[in-house]
C-alpha cells in the first residue's frame, strides 16, 4: 500500500523574523525513495514536516510510530538513515541536496511496519523481559540471539565500509589549549565567552546548535537584537567558535572531550582534545516531557519544539492545538502558534491544577481528552511542564546535583566545584535574558582571572597581558580565585509545579519504550533505586541517556517507594555526555612504521615484508630455503639495519658492561667485540647482542632489535639512579647506521672487493674483531667479524644515508660469487642450524639464565652484575629447565614452535624454535625441558597440535651444523 | 690490483623521505623538487648536518653553549644550536658539513672537556628533519601534537620533545623571516612516515611539499 504524498510545502509558513532557512536556495532530497523540497537551513525533520511528513520512525520495541518531540538533537523519535550513515538525528542533520533519507528498521514500510503487532504482545514485554525469558535453556542462547538481532533498533552499515566513500568517512583528530573553554551557546555562554576574551583570554565556545543564541534564537524582537549583539561581541573578542559540536565529557585537570559533527575541510567528524585552564559550563536547561496516555504518538510535542518550528524553520506543526502549560515557555508557543494562524483550541493551564488525562489517535493525534473531562479534538498536543538542568559536565567534575523541590528541578551544588569549573545560565537558574548575560559575564570574567592565574604558575613565556582582568593592572593577574564563587548568585531557579505524570500511564523514556507500568513492576520486584531500575528497565539508557526522563523516571520510583526525589536522587552522570561515533574516538590512523634505508630495493625486488614491531622487514624474497643454502654454499648478505645501537662513550664504560652483562668486560681489548647476555634482576634473561671496543673509551654495544628501546631505557635507568657518578654517555644511534650482514664463505672475498683501509685477511682481522674503515667509498664504517648465521660473515654498519648505496655495490661486486640477499627467514635457519639462541623466543618472560644453556657465559666469581643473587641460587637449586637441541624421531615432521613436551599427563617442556634444515635436510628444534630430561640422547614426547604424538631425542649440543665453530672462524 | 672503488663516482647520500619529482644532487646528497610556495610550506631538510653533545647540565660546556634545555639559538657554533635535553645539545650546520661542524665543537669545548666529561656524537645520518612554515604551521600541527603552540606558550626559539604522530619527535620553533616555522626531527627509519603525516594532516590548510 503506497503512503498518501502530501502537498510540497503545505506546512510551511511565511516568512519568520527568526528563520534560519534561506528561501533563495531551494533543492530536492529523498526520503523513503520519494522526492522532498527543502530550503538550505532545514534540518531533514523540518524539511520533511514543511512537507506534511508526521512520522519519522518507529519505536522501539513496540514500534510505535513516532513524531518529532523535541526537534533537537535529543529528538527520539526522530532517528534515521543516511545513506551508508546509520542512526543519524533527522531532527538536527542539516538536509543537503540530493541526500538519500531513509527510516530505520521498518518494514514494509515506515506506515504500515510489521513488527508494530509487539504492541499486542506489550503486556508480555514487561520490564525484564529478556532476562526473564531467554536465560534458559543456555544452550538456545545462539538461537535465541539470531531472531532478537531482527529486531534490533538500529540502521545499516554498509559490509565494507572502508570500500564505500572514503573520503566521507575520514575521522580527525587535533589538540586545543582555550584558556577558557565555554560549553554552551546561549545567552550568558555567549557572555561569558566575550567577557573572558575581552579579558586578554583565549576561548573556545562549543555549542551544539548549527549557530550560538540557545533560546534567543527563537525569541521575540528583542531577544533576535540582543542575539546579534551578542554575536557582534563574540566575533569582536576574536572567541574561536565550535558549532556542531559537543563536549563529551570533563576529565582530570579541564581535559576536555569536544566533537565536531561538522568541522571545516576534508573531515567527516573531529575529535577535539582541548586542555582548558577554566571550564566555564553554561549547557542551559532541557525540556522535560510529560507522562500520561498517547504522549508518544507523533503530534505530542515540547513547547521548545513548537517554538523552533516555527520561529527558526517557518513550520506549521499542527492545525488545531492544544497547550499544557506550566510555564513562560508553554505560554509562548501558544502565543506562537496563535500567531502563525493555527487554531489553538484550549490552553490547559497546570499552574491552576488543570491537566491533560491522554492523548489518541491512530497514527497521530487526533483528539485529546482534558482533566475537567472535556474531549478536545486536534492534531497538535503541546506540553511545557518543566525542566531538567544539563549539569553533567558539572558532575563529571564532581558535583553531585541537588533537588529543588519548589522549582521542580535538580540543580548543581557549586560549592562543591573544583576552582578550575564554574557555570552560567539556565544550569544554574532562571533570569531574564539581561541577568542570565550579566551572570554569564560576570563568570567570563572570573573564569579568565583563574586562567590568567594558572598561567602564571605554570611560567608561561614570555608573560603576556591580560588587559581586563580585574585587580591585575593591566597586566599578570593574582592567581588565587575570588573566595566567592561568582556563578553561586545573580541566578536561582524559579518556583514551578511538580509535573511529572498524569493520572494514566504513558511512556517515561521514548528512546527505549519503557513506560511507567514498567517502572512501578521494577519496584515491586525490588529494583527501587534509580541505578538498579535503571538497568532492569533500561530506563535513561537509550540514545539520549536520560537527559529527557530522568527526573520522571526519579519522580516516579520516589512515589513508588515513599521515598522524596532527594532520597531517590540521580544516576551517574557519566561521560560520553552525548553518543560519539567509534570513528571520532579513532581519529587519524597513526600508526608509526620504520623502514630500513635500504627499503626501495626490497620493495623493487619482491620481498614479502614481515612486521616486527614498528618495523617493516623483508621475510624473504621467494623462496628461504634456497636463500639458506646460498649463504652456506657462496655468499649472501641480509639487510640488518633494526638491530638495536647504542653509542658508549666515557671512561666508566667498561664499569657498566661489568654491571649489566652476566659476564666479563674488563680486559677488552680496542678493536675486539665480545657477546654479552643481560638478565633483569630476577635474573631472566632480557636482551643479548655483541658489543665492540672502538677507541679507549668509545664502544659500540647492539642489541636485539625489539629489544633496542628497553635496553637503551635499562642502561638510563642504572646510569641515573644507581651510578649517576659514573662518566658514560649513551646516544642511540640504531638509524644512524644501515646495518648490513654479508654471510657465507666467499663473503670475505666480496668484502676484499669493496672494502680500503682494513686488513681482511684472517690474521689481521680475525674472528670477534671489529675495524673500521671505507666501504664502496663510503667512510666511517663499523665492520664486525661475527657470525649469527654460523658462517664467515663481516656485519658492516654504514652512515645510513649511504645504506642503499652500499648494499648495490655489494650485489653488484659479488654477481660472479653467486651472491644473493636472504631474509630474516633464512636468517632464523641458518641461526638455528648453528644453535644460537633468539631471546624471546627461545627464553620467555620467566627463563633465567641457566635456563638458556648460558652456562659458559654467567661468571659469579664476578663481584657483582644485574640479576647475580638470583643466578646463583638458580644454579645452586638446579632444577632448572633447560635449553637443549631436539631431533624429531621422524625427520620429516617438523613440530611447530609451541608444541608442548609431555610426559604421560604432564607437561614437561616445549618446543621453542624449529625448522628443517636445508643443510641436514631433516627437521631440527630447540627446546626447554624439565631437568631430568635434558641428558643429550634421552627421548622426549612432543604434542602436536592436532593432538598426536611424536619423539624427539635430545641432541649433544645446540648446533646441528658446525658445532665446533670451524666455519665461521676461517 | 687497484684499490677497491678507486675511479668509482662518490657515492649519493639519500635520505629517508622520498623526493618530489625529478631528483639532483646537492652537497651529495640526492634532493628533488624545485621551491614551492604556499599557505603551509613542508621541506625535507634530512641533509643539514646534526650534531649531538653531551655533557653536564650545568657545567662549563653548558656554560660555552650558552643555550638551556628547552631553547634554540642561532648563530654560535652551528647555524642553530638546541638545548634538546638535560645536558643534551644538538647543532645543525649546512649539508655536508658535519665534520668541520663537530671538529669546532670539539675545539669550542676542549676547556670544558679537561673538566668534565664531553662527548660528541654524528647524527646527521641517525636522524631525519623537516621544516614547516606558514602562517597556519601551528594549526597543522596541532591535528598531530598534543603541545601547546600558542606563541604565548611556545615562542620563537622553543625547543620540545614529545609525541608528534605518535612518533617520538624533537620539535623546534625557528621562525623564518617572521613566519612561523617549526623544525621537526625524528630517527631516520620514522621520517617518511612522519613526513607523510604531515602532509596529510596539512591538506586542509593548503600545505605544498616544496624543495630545499
Known amino acids: 500500500m503506497s503512503e498518501p504524498m502530501p502537498m510540497p510545502m503545505s506546512m510551511r509558513l511565511p516568512a519568520q523574523p527568526g528563520e534560519v532557512i534561506d528561501r533563495e536556495e531551494r533543492f530536492s532530497f529523498s526520503w523513503n525513495g520519494r522526492s522532498y523540497p527543502a530550503y538550505s537551513g532545514d534540518t531533514i525533520a523540518s524539511a520533511l514536516a514543511a512537507n506534511g511528513v508526521r512520522i519519522f520512525s518507529r519505536s522501539f520495541k513496540y514500534h510505535r510510530p513516532r513524531g518529532l518531540l523535541t526537534a533537537s538533537h535529543l529528538d527520539p523519535g526522530c532517528t534515521i538513515q543516511v545513506g551508508e550513515e546509520p542512526n543519524v538525528r533527522g531532527a538536527h542533520r542539516l538536509a543537503s541536496p540530493g541526500l538519500d533519507v531513509r527510516s530505520q528498521n521498518t518494514w514494509p514500510s515506515l506506515r504500515y511496519d510489521v513488527k508494530s503487532v509487539n504492541r499486542l504482545a506489550g503486556r508480555f514485554l514487561s520490564a525484564g523481559f529478556y532476562y526473564k525469558t531467554f536465560i534458559k535453556p543456555r544452550r538456545l542462547w545462539p538461537a535465541y540471539e539470531k531472531v532478537l538481532q531482527r529486531f534490533v533498533h538500529g540502521g545499516v552499515i554498509p559490509d565494507r565500509p572502508e570500500e564505500h566513500d572514503a573520503e566521507a568517512r575520514f575521522y580527525d583528530k587535533r589538540y586545543a589549549h582555550p584558556d577558557v573553554l565555554v560549553a554552551g551557546g546561549g545567552p550568558a555562554g555567549m557572555a561569558a565567552a566575550c567577557a573572558a576574551a575581552e579579558a586578554g583570554a583565549r576561548v573556545l565556545l562549543v555549542e551544539e546548535e548549527h549557530r550560538p543564541g540557545g533560546h534567543l534564537r527563537w525569541g521575540d524582537a528583542a531577544d533576535l537584537t540582543l542575539l546579534a549583539e551578542l554575536r557582534e561581541r563574540v566575533s569582536a573578542a576574536g572567541v574561536e567558535v565550535m558549532c556542531d559540536a559537543v563536549v563529551l565529557g570533563r576529565y582530570d585537570d579541564n581535559w576536555v572531550a569536544v566533537v565536531e559533527r561538522s568541522p571545516a575541510g576534508p573531515a567527516f567528524e573531529r575529535l577535539v582534545k582541548a586542555r582548558a585552564e577554566t571550564l566555564v559550563v553554561a549547557a542551559g536547561q532541557i525540556e522535560r516531557p510529560y507522562v500520561f496516555a498517547g504522549n508518544d504518538l507523533p503530534g505530542v510535542m515540547l513547547s521548545t519544539a513548537v517554538r523552533r518550528l516555527v520561529n527558526l524553520y517557518a513550520v506549521r506543526p499542527g492545525e488545531r492545538a492544544v497547550v499544557l502549560t506550566a510555564n513562560g515557555s508553554g505560554d509562548a508557543a501558544a502565543a506562537d502558534l496563535s500567531r502563525v494562524g493555527v487554531d489553538v483550541a484550549a490552553v490547559v493551564d497546570a499552574r491552576h491544577g488543570e491537566d491533560v488525562v491522554r492523548a489518541d489517535g491512530r497514527g497521530g493525534v487526533r483528539w485529546v481528552e482534558l482533566g475537567d473531562g472535556r474531549r478536545v479534538d486536534c492534531d497538535l498536543l503541546v506540553t511545557a511542564t518543566g525542566w531538567t538542568a544539563t549539569t553533567a559536565l558539572l558532575n563529571m567534575a564532581g558535583n553531585r546535583p541537588v533537588y529543588r523541590p519548589e522549582a521542580a528541578r535538580f540543580v548543581p551544588d557549586l560549592d562543591t566545584l573544583p576552582d578550575t569549573v564554574v557555570a552560567t545560565g539556565g544550569v544554574v537558574g532562571d533570569g531574564t535574558r539581561e541577568a542570565l548575560c550579566e551572570h554569564g559575564t560576570a563568570v567570563g570574567e572570573e573564569a579568565a582571572r583563574r586562567a590568567a592565574g594558572a598561567a602564571e604558575q605554570s611560567g608561561e613565556v614570555p608573560s603576556r597581558a591580560w588587559p581586563g582582568v580585574k585587580g591585575a593592572e593591566g597586566a599578570r593577574a593574582p592567581s588565587a580565585p575570588h573566595p566567592k564563587r561568582p556563578d553561586a548568585e545573580g541566578l536561582t531557579p524559579e518556583p514551578h509545579p511538580e509535573l511529572i505524570h498524569g493520572r494514566t500511564h504513558g511512556f517515561v523514556d521514548l528512546c527505549e519504550d519503557v513506560t511507567s507500568k514498567d517502572l512501578l513492576s521494577a519496584v515491586e520486584e525490588g529494583y527501587d533505586s534509580a541505578e538498579l531500575a535503571k538497568r532492569y528497565t533500561t530506563a535513561t539508557m537509550g540514545p539520549t541517556q536520560g537527559k529527557l526522563e530522568i527526573l520522571n523516571v526519579v519522580g516516579i520510583l520516589a512515589e513508588a517507594t515513599g521515598r522524596t526525589i532527594q532520597e531517590v536522587g540521580t544516576t551517574t552522570w557519566r561521560p560520553p555526555y552525548a553518543p560519539v561515533t567509534l570513528g571520532a574516538l579513532a581519529g587519524r590512523r597513526l600508526e608509526p612504521v620504520r623502514h630500513s634505508p635500504m627499503q626501495r630495493w626490497h620493495e623493487e625486488h619482491g620481498a614479502v615484508p614481515l612486521v616486527a614491531g614498528a618495523w617493516i622487514r623483508p621475510d624473504h624474497y621467494g623462496d628461504p630455503g634456497a636463500e639458506a643454502a646460498n649463504v652456506r654454499e657462496n655468499v649472501g648478505i641480509i639487510d640488518v639495519t633494526p638491530i638495536g645501537k647504542l653509542d658508549l662513550q666515557g671512561p666508566d664504560v667498561a664499569k657498566l658492561l661489568n654491571l649489566l652483562y652476566v659476564n666479563k668486560w674488563s680486559k677488552l681489548e680496542v678493536g675486539r667485540v665480545r657477546y654479552g647476555v643481560m638478565c633483569a634482576e630476577d635474573g631472566v634473561v632480557l636482551d643479548d647482542g655483541v658489543t665492540g671496543r672502538l677507541g679507549e673509551d668509545h664502544y659500540l654495544m647492539s642489541t636485539t632489535s625489539s629489544g633496542a628501546a628497553a635496553v637503551w631505557e635499562w642502561v638510563e635507568l642504572w646510569l641515573q639512579t644507581e651510578h649517576p657518578d659514573w662518566r658514560v654517555h649513551v646516544t642511540p644511534v640504531t638509524t644512524a647506521y644501515a646495518s648490513i650482514n654479508v654471510a657465507g664463505p666467499k663473503s670475505r672475498e666480496l668484502m676484499e672487493r669493496v672494502t680500503t683501509g682494513v686488513d681482511l685477511s684472517p690474521d689481521a682481522f680475525p674472528y670477534m674483531r671489529v675495524r673500521r674503515g671505507s666501504i664502496a667509498g663510503v667512510d666511517d664504517c663499523v665492520i664486525w667479524r661475527i657470525g649469527f648465521t654460523g658462517e664467515l660473515s663481516y656485519e658492516i654498519h654504514v652512515p645510513s644515508a649511504y645504506g642503499l648505496h652500499v648494499w648495490a655495490s655489494l650485489l653488484a661486486h659479488g654477481e660472479d660469487l653467486g651472491v644473493a640477499p636472504f631474509g630474516i627467514e633464512a636468517q632464523r635457519i641458518l641461526r638455528l642450524e648453528k644453535g644460537h639462541l633468539i631471546v624471546g623466543q627461545d627464553t620467555d618472560g620467566i627463563t633465567q639464565g641457566y635456563s638458556a644453556d648460558l652456562d659458559w657465559a654467567i661468571k659469579l666469581d664476578k663481584p657483582d652484575f644485574v640479576g647475580r643473587p638470583e643466578l646463583a641460587w638458580q644454579r645452586q637449586r638446579g632444577d632448572h629447565p633447560r635449553l637443549v637441541g631436539l631431533l624429531p624421531l621422524d625427520a620429516d615432521t617438523v613440530p611447530p614452535e609451541g608444541c608442548q613436551l609431555v610426559e604421560g599427563a604432564e607437561i614437561v617442556g616445549r618446543i621453542t624454535s624449529s625448522r628443517r634444515s636445508p643443510t641436514l635436510g631433516r627437521a631440527i628444534c630447540l627446546g626447554q625441558v624439565a631437568a631430568h630430561l635434558a641428558e643429550p640422547g634421552t627421548e622426549v614426547t612432543v604434542r602436536l597440535p592436532d593432538g598426536r604424538l611424536t619423539g624427539a631425542r635430545v641432541a649433544e649440543q645446540l648446533a646441528s651444523v658446525d658445532p665446533e665453530g670451524a666455519r665461521l672462524r676461517v | ?212
Open chain 2, 1 to 212: 690490483m687497484s684499490e677497491p672503488n678507486a675511479g668509482a663516482p662518490a657515492p649519493v647520500a639519500r635520505g629517508p623521505i622520498r623526493p618530489p619529482g625529478p631528483t639532483r644532487v646537492e652537497a651529495g646528497w640526492e634532493a628533488g623538487g624545485q621551491r614551492r610556495d604556499g599557505p603551509v610550506v613542508l621541506v625535507d631538510h634530512t641533509p643539514l648536518a646534526k650534531i649531538q653533545v653531551k655533557a653536564a647540565y650545568d657545567g662549563e660546556a653548558a656554560r660555552i653553549l650558552g643555550v638551556p634545555f628547552g631553547r634554540a639559538v642561532r648563530g654560535g657554533v652551528g647555524d642553530l644550536v638546541v638545548g634538546s635535553g638535560p645536558g643534551e645539545w644538538l647543532a645543525l650546520g649546512p649539508p655536508g658539513t658535519q665534520h668541520a661542524l663537530r671538529g669546532r665543537l670539539d675545539g669550542a669545548l676542549a676547556p670544558a672537556a679537561a673538566r668534565e666529561l664531553v662527548t660528541t656524537v654524528d647524527l646527521t645520518h641517525g636522524r631525519a628533519m623537516m621544516r614547516l612554515t606558514g602562517a597556519r604551521a601551528a594549526e597543522v600541527l596541532t591535528m598531530l601534537c598534543a603541545i601547546d603552540l600558542d606563541d604565548r606558550r611556545t615562542p620563537d626559539g622553543t625547543a620540545f620533545r614529545s609525541l608528534v604522530a605518535h612518533l617520538a619527535t624533537d620539535v623546534i620553533r625557528d621562525d623564518r623571516d617572521g613566519m612561523p616555522s617549526y623544525l621537526l626531527h625524528c630517527e631516520t627509519s620514522s621520517g617518511q612516515y612522519l613526513f607523510d603525516c604531515v602532509v596529510d594532516a596539512g591538506r586542509e590548510f593548503g600545505l605544498v611539499v616544496s624543495g630545499p
